[in-house]
Each structure stands twice: as C-alpha cells, then as structure tokens.
C-alpha cells in the first residue's frame, strides 16, 4: 500500500437506501448447523443475512434493518443465494463469491471488504484493519463498522479481535466468537484430512 495514500471516505449514506425506502427486499431461510439462517436481496445482491433459533425473531431482525422496505417472502427466486449462504456457513472456506448489495459509509464498507480478506480460522485485530484500509487512528470506528455488518459468517466480523486477542464482550470459551473461530480451525482440519485421504487414495 502507497504509504502517503490517504483516502476520503465519505461518512454519510442516505436514509432511504440504507433504510429500504420504497424498495422490496426479498428474504427466506435455509436451516444450518449454527440454526437457522434468513438470507435477503435485492435487485443488486445479498443485502442482509441473520442466524437464530425462529423466524419470527429472525424477520423481526430484518424489519428494523429494512424498516422503510417492502419485504417479500419468497421461496423460489432465492435459491440461488440461500444454498450458497448455507454452505458457507458449513464451510467458510475462502471469500464468499456471490454478490452483495453492501448498505453503509464509505468506511464502513471499506471494513466489511478488508474483513472478507481474512482466512477461516484465523484472526485480526481493530488496529490491523485500521491499518490496512489507511486509517491507522480510526480503531474505534472500525468496531463500530463490523458491530454494524448485517452479514452473519459471510462477511466474518467474528475473526476479528482486540490487539490483545481477547474477543469482544468476554465470555472466554463461551463467546461466540472463540466458538464461531474454534468452530472453523475443525473444519480446516477436517478438510486437510479428507484432502490426505484422497491423495493417499
């Protein structure tokens, strides 16, 4: 990265397209081993994605995400998106290649990019991604950004820690991220097995 870059991001978004003013937002679920997920688009892409325990609370998620938006059920024009978003969830391997309608700063998006970059299994840190879009001092608003991300596991805020590589809130071996990363060291695990078996096959 050129080290006297220094780029402007614009900070403000308007309401209505952050709020869904107008538009219609298409959602349904898909089950997963983490529960159940809700995936919901737009025209342009996956605009929001939400793991829980039912649909009610789920959609309950998505109203105050979207409140100005009409949201439609759908369960046919999704299933492109839906299988691809659980499959991620069951191996979130690699970046997340189907399209999203990313709604937020300039910054913020910046983050939720730079956040994608990270590896399964492994973890940042506020100040490395601070660093890595050319905003060394903007920490705070970094945690701000990834606390705000609407996309569960595929835009993975989860693998990122503070600089001393305790997880958000506490809760040691019970915090869902130490769960979610621990969760993901198994499944690269798994595949670098079943990788040898094949190999060895």
Same mark, same amino acid.
């Not at 995936?39 to 996956?46: D, P, Q």
């Not at 299933?79 to 979130?92: A, M, Q, S």
């Given at each position: 990265m050129n080290r006297n870059f220094r780029p402007e991001f614009r900070f403000d978004e308007a309401p209505s397209r952050k709020h869904g003013e107008g538009e219609e937002i298409r959602f349904g679920f898909g089950k997963s081993s983490l529960g159940l997920v809700l995936v919901a688009a737009s025209e342009k892409g996956?605009?929001?994605v939400? !793991?829980?325990a039912d649909q009610t609370s789920l959609m309950e998620t998505l109203q105050q995400e979207f409140p100005s938006a009409h949201l439609v059920r759908e369960r046919g024009t999704l299933d492109d998106?839906?299988?691809?978003?659980?499959?991620f969830v069951e191996?979130?391997?690699?970046?997340f290649d189907q399209p999203l309608d990313l709604r937020g700063?300039?910054?913020q998006k910046s983050v939720w990019r730079a956040v994608q970059q990270i590896p399964a299994g492994q973890t940042s840190s506020y100040s490395e991604i601070a660093g890595k879009i050319g905003a060394p001092k903007? !920490?705070?608003a970094v945690a701000s950004s990834c606390s705000k991300s609407k996309f569960a596991i595929i835009v993975p805020c989860h693998r990122v820690l503070h600089k001393d590589g305790t997880p958000c809130g506490g809760g040691g071996e019970n915090n869902w991220q130490v769960v979610l990363i621990a969760r993901e060291v198994r499944v690269q695990q798994a595949n670098g097995v079943a990788k040898k078996k094949?190999?060895?096959g």
């Amino acid at each position: 990265m050129n080290r006297n870059f220094r780029p402007e991001f614009r900070f403000d978004e308007a309401p209505s397209r952050k709020h869904g003013e107008g538009e219609e937002i298409r959602f349904g679920f898909g089950k997963s081993s983490l529960g159940l997920v809700l995936v919901a688009a737009s025209e342009k892409g996956i605009v929001s994605v939400s !793991i829980g325990a039912d649909q009610t609370s789920l959609m309950e998620t998505l109203q105050q995400e979207f409140p100005s938006a009409h949201l439609v059920r759908e369960r046919g024009t999704l299933d492109d998106f839906i299988p691809r978003v659980i499959d991620f969830v069951e191996n979130p391997v690699g970046t997340f290649d189907q399209p999203l309608d990313l709604r937020g700063t300039d910054f913020q998006k910046s983050v939720w990019r730079a956040v994608q970059q990270i590896p399964a299994g492994q973890t940042s840190s506020y100040s490395e991604i601070a660093g890595k879009i050319g905003a060394p001092k903007a !920490i705070r608003a970094v945690a701000s950004s990834c606390s705000k991300s609407k996309f569960a596991i595929i835009v993975p805020c989860h693998r990122v820690l503070h600089k001393d590589g305790t997880p958000c809130g506490g809760g040691g071996e019970n915090n869902w991220q130490v769960v979610l990363i621990a969760r993901e060291v198994r499944v690269q695990q798994a595949n670098g097995v079943a990788k040898k078996k094949r190999k060895s096959g």
